[in-house]
């Protein structure tokens, strides 16, 4: 198998979702982080994915544009990962309210 050279944005990217990975674990919030083709994404919750080119982070806000139907966005900086963070822990609040971890689960890591 071969490999894809690592491009400046790539890297960009990357150090983006590290960055908001570590602010949210100063919330308290667990993540994974995965990379590839220039893109790096932060997953935290169920329906719940944040995506960085390493100038900017989106994620779904959960609603969807009456016309179209097309999901609504929220689209924040990178250079405040901080406030990036606490803005997806709003939305991370909301959907382990509606998605809460199944009793197994709970079980398993507690």
Do not use: C, F
């Not at 894809?4 to 979702?17: C, E, G, I, N």
């Not at 935290?44 to 609603?63: A, E, F, M």
Request: net charge positive; no cysteine.
């Amino acid at each position: 198998m071969t490999r894809r050279p690592v491009t400046a944005r790539a890297a960009r990217s990357l150090h983006a979702a590290e960055r908001l990975r570590a602010a949210l674990h100063q919330l308290g919030i667990a993540t994974d982080v995965h990379a590839g083709y220039d893109l790096a994404l932060i997953s935290v919750w169920v329906d719940l994915i944040v995506w960085s080119d390493g100038r900017l982070y989106w994620w779904w806000s959960g609603r969807k544009a009456r016309r179209s139907g097309r999901w609504i966005y929220v689209i924040h900086s990178v250079d405040n990962p901080d406030a990036a963070a606490r803005r997806v822990a709003v939305r991370y609040a909301h959907l382990q309210q509606i998605h809460p971890l199944s009793g197994m689960v709970q079980e398993i890591a507690s």
